[in-house]
Nanobody
Protein backbone atom coordinates (compact mmCIF):
# COMPACT_ATOMS: atom_id res chain seq x y z
CA UNK A 1 0.00 0.00 0.00
CA UNK A 2 2.92 2.33 0.64
CA UNK A 3 4.42 3.78 -2.50
CA UNK A 4 7.18 6.26 -3.12
CA UNK A 5 7.57 7.38 -6.73
CA UNK A 6 10.52 9.44 -7.91
CA UNK A 7 10.39 11.61 -11.01
CA UNK A 8 12.34 14.39 -12.67
CA UNK A 9 15.46 12.57 -13.78
CA UNK A 10 16.92 12.88 -17.23
CA UNK A 11 19.93 13.85 -19.30
CA UNK A 12 21.57 17.21 -18.64
CA UNK A 13 24.85 18.87 -19.51
CA UNK A 14 27.45 19.67 -16.85
CA UNK A 15 26.42 22.84 -15.06
CA UNK A 16 22.74 22.21 -15.68
CA UNK A 17 19.93 21.73 -13.19
CA UNK A 18 17.20 19.21 -12.39
CA UNK A 19 14.49 19.00 -9.76
CA UNK A 20 13.64 15.54 -8.49
CA UNK A 21 10.30 14.78 -6.86
CA UNK A 22 9.36 12.04 -4.39
CA UNK A 23 5.59 11.57 -4.24
CA UNK A 24 4.21 9.38 -1.46
CA UNK A 25 0.98 7.44 -1.09
CA UNK A 26 -0.16 5.19 1.75
CA UNK A 27 1.77 7.27 4.30
CA UNK A 28 1.80 10.90 5.29
CA UNK A 29 5.22 12.46 4.91
CA UNK A 30 4.26 14.84 7.73
CA UNK A 31 5.53 12.17 10.12
CA UNK A 32 8.57 10.93 8.23
CA UNK A 33 12.07 11.97 7.50
CA UNK A 34 12.78 11.66 3.79
CA UNK A 35 16.21 10.90 2.40
CA UNK A 36 17.66 10.92 -1.07
CA UNK A 37 20.23 8.28 -1.99
CA UNK A 38 22.06 7.58 -5.22
CA UNK A 39 23.87 4.64 -6.74
CA UNK A 40 26.06 4.60 -9.82
CA UNK A 41 26.98 1.37 -11.63
CA UNK A 42 29.70 -0.48 -9.75
CA UNK A 43 29.62 1.96 -6.84
CA UNK A 44 28.26 1.84 -3.33
CA UNK A 45 24.95 3.45 -2.43
CA UNK A 46 25.48 6.96 -1.12
CA UNK A 47 23.26 9.11 1.06
CA UNK A 48 22.85 12.52 -0.60
CA UNK A 49 20.37 14.53 1.46
CA UNK A 50 17.64 14.22 4.07
CA UNK A 51 14.94 16.35 5.67
CA UNK A 52 13.44 15.59 9.08
CA UNK A 53 9.76 15.85 9.94
CA UNK A 54 10.25 17.17 13.47
CA UNK A 55 11.88 20.53 12.79
CA UNK A 56 12.65 20.47 9.09
CA UNK A 57 16.37 20.18 9.69
CA UNK A 58 18.38 19.05 6.70
CA UNK A 59 21.44 16.98 5.90
CA UNK A 60 23.70 17.10 2.84
CA UNK A 61 26.73 15.03 2.00
CA UNK A 62 29.82 17.18 1.51
CA UNK A 63 30.03 16.70 -2.25
CA UNK A 64 26.63 18.35 -2.87
CA UNK A 65 26.65 21.15 -0.30
CA UNK A 66 25.94 24.47 -1.95
CA UNK A 67 24.55 22.78 -5.07
CA UNK A 68 21.57 20.71 -3.89
CA UNK A 69 18.56 21.80 -1.83
CA UNK A 70 15.97 19.51 -0.25
CA UNK A 71 12.46 20.71 0.57
CA UNK A 72 8.99 19.37 1.28
CA UNK A 73 5.40 20.31 0.42
CA UNK A 74 3.19 18.53 2.92
CA UNK A 75 0.01 19.58 1.11
CA UNK A 76 1.21 17.58 -1.90
CA UNK A 77 2.78 14.81 0.21
CA UNK A 78 5.93 15.35 -1.82
CA UNK A 79 9.62 16.00 -1.18
CA UNK A 80 11.89 17.66 -3.72
CA UNK A 81 15.59 17.70 -4.43
CA UNK A 82 16.73 20.72 -6.42
CA UNK A 83 20.07 19.94 -8.06
CA UNK A 84 22.10 22.80 -9.51
CA UNK A 85 25.53 22.96 -11.15
CA UNK A 86 25.41 19.27 -11.91
CA UNK A 87 28.65 17.39 -12.49
CA UNK A 88 29.36 14.12 -14.33
CA UNK A 89 30.05 12.45 -11.00
CA UNK A 90 26.43 13.13 -10.01
CA UNK A 91 25.33 10.57 -12.60
CA UNK A 92 23.40 7.83 -10.80
CA UNK A 93 20.01 6.36 -10.08
CA UNK A 94 18.45 8.48 -7.35
CA UNK A 95 16.14 6.93 -4.76
CA UNK A 96 13.99 8.47 -2.06
CA UNK A 97 13.32 6.68 1.21
CA UNK A 98 11.57 7.33 4.54
CA UNK A 99 12.09 6.74 8.24
CA UNK A 100 10.09 7.97 11.20
CA UNK A 101 10.62 11.54 12.32
CA UNK A 102 14.34 12.22 12.15
CA UNK A 103 17.16 11.56 9.71
CA UNK A 104 19.61 8.95 10.98
CA UNK A 105 23.20 10.11 10.52
CA UNK A 106 26.27 8.23 11.72
CA UNK A 107 29.88 9.15 11.05
CA UNK A 108 28.77 11.97 8.78
CA UNK A 109 26.74 9.67 6.50
CA UNK A 110 23.07 8.78 6.22
CA UNK A 111 22.32 5.36 7.71
CA UNK A 112 20.51 3.66 4.85
CA UNK A 113 19.48 0.69 6.99
CA UNK A 114 17.29 2.96 9.12
CA UNK A 115 15.01 3.81 6.19
CA UNK A 116 11.88 1.69 5.89
CA UNK A 117 10.30 2.46 2.53
CA UNK A 118 12.05 3.00 -0.77
CA UNK A 119 11.04 4.22 -4.18
CA UNK A 120 12.03 2.60 -7.44
CA UNK A 121 14.48 5.30 -8.51
CA UNK A 122 14.93 7.85 -11.28
CA UNK A 123 18.00 8.06 -13.50
CA UNK A 124 20.09 11.22 -13.65
CA UNK A 125 22.74 11.41 -16.37
CA UNK A 126 25.13 14.36 -16.54
CA UNK A 127 27.09 14.37 -19.78
CA UNK A 128 28.10 16.65 -22.61
Amino acid sequence: QVQLVESGGGLVQPGGSLRLSCAASGISLDYYAVGWFRQAPGKEREGVSCISSTDGSTYYTDSVKGRFTISRDNAKNTVYLQMNNLKPEDTAVYYCATERLTCSVAGGSLSYYAFDYWGGGTLVTVSS
